[in-house]
């Protein structure tokens, strides 16, 4: 079993940027594809970005060229780099780890764009 913990939300002004962390527990399994999602209030959770384990990057189209995911392999961690903010971006943001065992969730974390 894996377990997931995100950190790095917050309030930021539209404009700014944060830097999303997910820390995923050592397993006897390897995590294979981690992804970023989020959800906004009353809207559906959507997919913002994935990254294989050999560093293989896809965006939503809402996002590109404002994130960028990475992961440190040895580090068992995957970051999401925020840049130029909008509104539109206020939503939890959950990362997910998939492994042959299954695929697994973090319990998320709020990031408010606002002034």
């Known amino acids: 079993q894996v377990q997931l913990v995100e950190s790095g939300g917050g309030l930021v002004q539209p404009g700014g940027s944060l830097r999303l962390s997910c820390a995923a527990s050592r397993s006897r399994f390897s995590i294979n594809t981690m992804a970023w999602h989020r959800q906004a209030p009353g809207k559906e959770r959507e997919l913002v970005a994935t990254?294989?384990?050999?560093?293989?990057?896809n965006y939503a189209d809402s996002v590109k060229g404002r994130f960028t995911i990475s992961r440190d392999n040895a580090k068992n961690t995957m970051y999401l780099q925020m840049n130029s903010l909008k509104p539109e971006d206020t939503a939890v943001y959950f990362c997910s780890a998939h492994s042959v065992s299954g695929l697994y969730w973090g319990q998320g974390t709020q990031v408010t764009v606002s002034s």
């Open positions: 990254i294989t384990s050999g560093g293989s990057t």
